[in-house]
């Protein structure tokens, strides 16, 4: 079996093919031939799982040119354990003979796509546009990518741009495929009674393969008042790295005292904390065991991802016993990082809000397993807002005439939980807010530094259309002179994440009436047309914004030929919803 590396048990496979005409010369076969299999080692290099591994990837031992090597193609395709199939012709071809005949073995839900090069001599073009044509034809989508090649030699090989292209689009097949059968931990109801955060149970399966194991508090809440559910002595070494190592000499029990005063201390240096009281000890061990707790569970049951209710019945709700929030445990599940070094992120929601955590689980996947940020769309602040707040602060805004901030203006994300710690350089942990976690406990706080850039944004399920809609931009974090942070910070939540972000291409004042719920969630370095193409598998809406054009070059993909002939976008996707 012709695998390109070692085939790992377990893991997602994507396989590779060739179709080929068999009237052609024996050169022109060894060339097609050896394009499938560059491709087949582009995605070998460069596909990533969540957890940092690559998924298994085949290449078809033989050129597929009739009827015959189709079936056997398939058959070493199928037992390879292909769940995504990437074709890649370099000559003309007779699609019917060829890639439809292969293709025809699997599931018509399986994700497919097709790659080659812009070339005149062989011709590969005419191949994929027929091809693409005939299956869109048929309604089953194969998005195309064609890109940069040489037109001569037995051995060519794509340019930097179309490799980049043939990634993005095998990223979101892979995406596709490996998160069916998978399933996130959902932890009661949804914690302040906010419909856009209940859990889409049946959505979820149906768009995205999605299971949900659903789950109540009692249970945790059980476990941790028996001490239960964790390994004391991992307790000791959790608490050891957060004391002394992750957050040492950054352990601030006397929030209200930073509120009431205003104290600086996120951007002042060696403000000191006080020592924290036997109660305070005991509460950080609770928030750290609860991580714990989870963390095994969710093992027990292959969750990939989470969701926790917090508020209300947990934390909040005085008719009951308020419980130590579990602020720091969703950090530390969203963050590369805790007492046992470097681990994989799972993308964990505060407030167990079910569509920000179906969009963290699609934006952590498709981005090979980078962490996402939770965020509340907490304010927008506009040019005109920030240059009197200057003024007040006596900031020389002539000094920062030319900053993304003053002229754009910015959102400042901040939200207690899931507030990862890959998007801090300094973090510090703060007692929860009393009025809000009156059962105490502490939250991770920080300001992000600037220059993260990536996609920001949310799913939203609308009843009307039966679909879900994506909302979102690419963004990126900037820093603001420090006594405009600390005002800013001051303004909303001072010991809670903040992120201050500025849209590339949204203002502002169109950006705050814009996202279609409360929070926002953010990755950097995920490409805008990844998400489209994995949008098009999943049947997600991508929403476009007042005035914004429906395609750039380098960032959109172009629009599927099954959507070019359906009536658009929009407009296909509900008829192809409605099919599934």
Known sequence: MPFIAKRRPGVPSVGVFSPCDPRIDKDSRTRAFNVSVAVAKLLASRLRLPDGTAPNVVHCAKLVDDESSADAGARELKEAGAEALVIVPDTWFFPGKTAMALTAHFSPSLPIGCVGGNIASKPGVVGIDALVGAYAQTGRLCPMVIGTLAETGLAPDFDARTKDEIVDLAMAMLTASALRGRRYLAVDTDSMQMETALNPVHAARRFFGLESTRESMKLFADMLRKGGGYDKTELRALRHWVLNVKFKGRIFANRDEIVR????????????????????????DDGLALYLILRDFMRSVNAVAGGWTNQLAWGSD???????????????????????????????????????????????????????????????????????????????????????????????????????????????????????????????????PKGLRGLAGRLAWSEAAGLFTMVQD????????????????????????????VMDHVPAALMKTGLPANHFHMTAGLPRRRWQHFSDYALVLNHKWENAPDYEPGLDRPLPMLWRISGGETAAKMLMAGRR
């Open 261 to 284: 005063k205003k104290l600086q201390v996120l951007t002042a240096r060696d403000v000191k904390p006080p020592a924290l009281s036997a109660t305070d000890r005991k509460a950080l």
């Open 474 to 501: 690419e963004a990126e974090s900037v820093e603001l002179p420090a006594p405009l942070t600390e005002r800013v910070c001051h303004a909303s939540d001072y010991t809670w994440p903040h992120t201050f972000l």
């Open 318 to 448: 005085r008719r009951g016993l308020p419980m130590t929030t579990a602020d720091i445990a969703e950090s530390l599940f969203n963050s590369s990082e805790d007492h046992t070094g470097r681990k994989a992120v799972v993308p964990f929601a505060t407030e167990n809000d079910i569509p920000g955590l179906l969009t963290m689980i699609a934006y952590h996947w498709l981005s090979g397993g980078r962490p996402t940020l939770f965020m509340d769309f907490r304010k927008v602040y506009e040019p005109a807002e920030v240059e009197r707040i200057a003024r007040d602060l006596r900031i020389d805004t002539v000094r920062f005439r030319n900053e993304p901030w003053l002229k754009k203006g910015f959102i400042d994300g901040n939200n207690s939980g899931s507030a990862s710690l890959d998007f801090a350089d300094k973090a510090f942990l703060f007692k929860a807010e009393p009025y809000y976690f009156p059962g105490g406990g502490f939250s991770v706080g920080f300001v992000s």
